[in-house]
């Protein structure tokens, strides 16, 4: 016979923009926001009785209606506030998940200043976090996706293990590109959500610039302990490095030598993965 | 201090076409592999030290040799073969996850007969698996993605709970559209692996299509219940079921009415999840 | 000094859902609806002037308003009429294109028989129209997206020049792959546009499985030519194949011939175009 | 009977990467490469007969073979000299069309100064370029793509027409959001290709930023009139803004007013065209 074992629900993809009416500029936030609720909703699955369930319907007013108010300086504070609201207001929701990516804005410099209500849209790189607040408490983890870097030297692969099916040569000198994602964990508490977010941000582009790389692996290593050095309130962090190879073109076809000028973009793609703790 | 609490590599996005010649026929399969190591691999990240590593390109290479002679009767088989291969051939590595997804092609129909070697493709629905092969044992999660049904009537929602920020009415004849994505783990041992699919696949559609739906909660549930009964061999099976809201247009302002003939998609969707196991 | 030399402004990517209730089943189309106004519009730029421009949102509300009492039995129907309701109401209105994409359902098969209400989504493949209506006259151009196929052999590519740069062997017999682009124009007046459709898609699908290819361009011409042999009422097709190369793996350095068994999809793709007109 | 009445192929999607190493630093440009022929290729078509096709294969293989020794200080300059390739080498091409993609990279600061050879990817913004080179002369073709830019105020829409659909309030204080796609043609003869580019993206900007918008039609024109002001060499310029909808949310179920602080995404986009000519 079949038991339902877990359960969850929420509203996913509600986008929120959010203008801050300074006298002298506007301050401007893009945010994507999922909700997810953990609690007691198993009659509705097995009997079709909603009447514990928030409607997803409800809980994209609610993100609209609490960021009438809310300061937003940070997705970590707007997003903690969203989850108090759902398990404080309802007895019989266990946990709240609430997820936020930002879509970075900067100003449009005119005549070299920042214009103040004038923006244009920054990488495809997101800012987001996942905030779960619980009943017995509440845990920050933050992140960014889709930082593309890429480095056109001090990259190496070589030593790696053969076997039959082994045809890569060592290289002693590649390109090195990747679209970084990472998560963090924060210690309990507030912290000062943005200057984390920005000190973890720099440590990781400062050592992939930096760094002779031995092996992706290794500059993921370099990467993470870099963020833990920077930010004491991190406990953990988790790093996800696609390898997106760029591969030297065979020129010699054509009568052409390459030393390291033309590649191609190569599309299946390595990824390497680790996490790193604070002791 | 940092410490390596985990690490995993492997290569992601192998594209594969498998044509099978027969006298009458050729058979084809097209999927996209993913591979994952996870063993005695720390040299690397925190010396530079490759001599562990299969090369993520040597995982390329290896996917195709194996194809060459593997009969492909099912990703899962393949996927099998696949884990197994990595595992056995390099005592170092504790565990390989395969992953496949297959792009579903149809034979091309002439004069009312299926040509037996033109094809035209499916639907955006994927068949897909993770075949987790480690020293302690093998586990075989099967599934499918992105398989988007719609039933025009016998969907309500009523009953839901009212706090300051419900403005939805309720409903008892609304559109249900979703995009099924389930995953279902087999018990140990080997199964018919193609007809378990289409034994679990077949009875969630066809429940769908009957049943009189409360709340996708409740479908959800009647959906997995319907799958572990269509397949002895399933222990348990996780569904999610976006939301995919269809709003009834409200034309009122033009003089007109709307019995549930004009709807328009909403963007953000409720995501209701659920699992469910054998007792 | 810069002269406005041309404009038009319009509304995209109307989302729609038209349910139509018979006694015995329902019908369901799902269309994304384009509009977009020429006329007398030039105040609005220069001036800023709006008192001739309709609001692209008044443009949404028309569609679905219309869609109220269309019996919508074809895109093609649906478009004429929204075109004409925009030329017909606005003296300035110089000309409407609308431009259709249609989705397809199909009824999920129950016990053997398809289901009234209940629905699947059909293939990527996108069935769409666009519809001119002008003072001077009206056209509609037909056409499909996304139609993917592929045949496993009855294809050769061979005998084409040489110079410098090629490296590319002849073969004759490869994987002939594609994703068909295909639009095609309707003499004036009414036509059944279901039923032309319909032909002019089998007739490709038809030429396509059956013939021995020598050149993509080849099967292009033979397609382009069994689209006009389909339906008299077409005028001119043009066609654009992409050729989704699959490129056999070499296997050698593993000791394996790959005799026409394992291929890989390669990312450049070839784009062969034509226009076909009848005499 | 059916005639062959245009034609045309080449090969689309050919991502290159060029590093151009100096003592001090490395240079990097990463462009996406689509090649079209036309001239006397009637026979492929017709008869299978493929003499006078250049492969696209050849053709990719082109594209890295000149990138090798071209010093690649813009696209224009690179496809021009592509274009040029297929031309001048082969009698029976009529002309050969060029488009070029850039994705830009931008340099890591390490320490406040820019590395020498470490990227950090930019927006999804795309420089694009499109040479034609027939026999009768050259033409190039260049713009941009995806420019995501949004103005908190300064933008109104009133005074429209309205009709029984309409529904839309007259404002006066609106975001105004768009993804500007502009292309402008050059006078015959080499340019500055950068720094025309720089100017004309530059000013658009800043009439973006700086203006007080009566309707996206009249922005336009403004940015269109600027950008024919900032580069002499430009004679034409086309531009299509589609409108980004934020609306408003309706805070009043929930006792909270909404003076332009809280706005939502909408689908559908208005879209406005227009082209302006140097008299």
């Given at each position: ?17 959010k203008?801050t ?6 301050d401007?936030r893009?945010l ?38 809310h300061p937003m300086e940070s997705p970590e504070a707007f997003g903690l506030a ?18 936020l990516?930002e ?24 800012r987001v976090c996942?905030v ?8 920050v983890?933050a ?43 924060y210690?309990?508490?507030e912290h000062d959500w943005n200057a984390c977010f920005d ?81």
């Amino acid at each position: 016979m079949a038991h339902l074992t877990h359960d969850s629900y929420g509203k996913s993809g509600i986008r929120l923009t959010k203008v801050t009416r300074h006298a002298d500029r506007h301050d401007l936030r893009e945010l994507t926001v999922d909700i997810e609720l953990e609690g007691d909703f198993a009659a509705s699955y097995t009997d079709g009785d909603n009447a514990s369930l928030v409607a997803t319907d409800t809980m994209k007013n609610t993100v609209y209606a609490l960021a009438r108010s809310h300061p937003m300086e940070s997705p970590e504070a707007f997003g903690l506030a969203l989850a108090a609201h759902f398990v404080d207001g309802n007895a019989h929701v266990a946990s709240a998940t609430v997820h936020l990516a930002e879509q970075a804005w900067a100003r449009i410099p005119v005549d070299g200043a920042p214009h103040p209500t004038a923006f244009v849209a920054g990488s495809r790189e997101q800012r987001v976090c996942t905030v779960l607040h619980a009943r017995e408490g509440t845990e920050v983890v933050a992140g960014l996706e889709d930082l593309l870097v890429l480095k056109t030297t001090d990259s190496a692969f070589t030593g790696f293990l053969r076997d039959a099916y082994t045809t890569l040569p060592d290289t002693d000198d590649r390109i090195l590109a990747t679209s970084v994602t990472a998560y963090w964990t924060y210690a309990g508490g507030e912290h000062d959500w943005n200057a984390c977010f920005d000190a973890v941000r720099t440590a990781m582009l400062d050592v992939f610039a930096r760094h002779h790389s031995l092996a992706v692996q290794q500059t993921l290593h370099l990467m993470g302990t870099a963020a833990l050095d920077a930010c004491p309130a991190v406990t953990e962090i988790t790093l996800q490095l696609p390898n997106s190879h760029r591969l030297l073109v065979n020129l010699s076809p054509f009568g052409l030598d390459n030393p390291n000028v033309v590649f191609v973009t190569d599309e299946p793609f390595g990824l390497i993965s680790g996490t790193l703790t604070r002791e």
